[in-house]
C-alpha cells in the first residue's frame, strides 16, 4: 500500500477539490461550499463518491501487490 495514501473529496457540481479551514468539522447533514463554482454540496453525497472512489483504489491497489506476489511465487 502506498504510505501516501490520501483520499479527494470533490465538488459534486465542478469536480474541484474541496477545501475547508483546518479548524472546521463537518458532520451529517452539512452543507459544503465550493470555492470554485459556488455551489452547496451535501456533505453525505461528497462521503459518499470519495468512498466509492476510496475502494475503487484500494482494490486496484490490492489486485496490483497480488499480481506482483504471484509472479514471484511461479517464478
Ligand atoms: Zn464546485
Known amino acids: 500500500m502506498e ?3 490520501t483520499i479527494e473529496v470533490l465538488c459534486l457540481f465542478c469536480h474541484s477539490t474541496l ?3 483546518e ?3 463537518f458532520e451529517s ?11 452547496m454540496n451535501d456533505y453525505d453525497s461528497v462521503v459518499e463518491v470519495a468512498k466509492e ?4 483504489k ?6 496490483e501487490e497480488l499480481s506482483k506476489t504471484f ?3 511461479f517464478k
Not at 53 to 56: G, H, L
Open 29 to 39: 447533514g452539512d452543507l459544503i461550499k465550493c470555492n470554485s463554482c459556488g455551489e
Open 58 to 63: 484500494v482494490k486496484t491497489e490490492v489486485e
Open 71 to 73: 509472479n514471484n511465487l
Open 23 to 25: 479548524d472546521m468539522e
Open 19 to 21: 477545501t475547508a479551514d
Open 3 to 5: 504510505e501516501n495514501f
Open 53 to 56: 472512489k476510496a475502494v475503487e
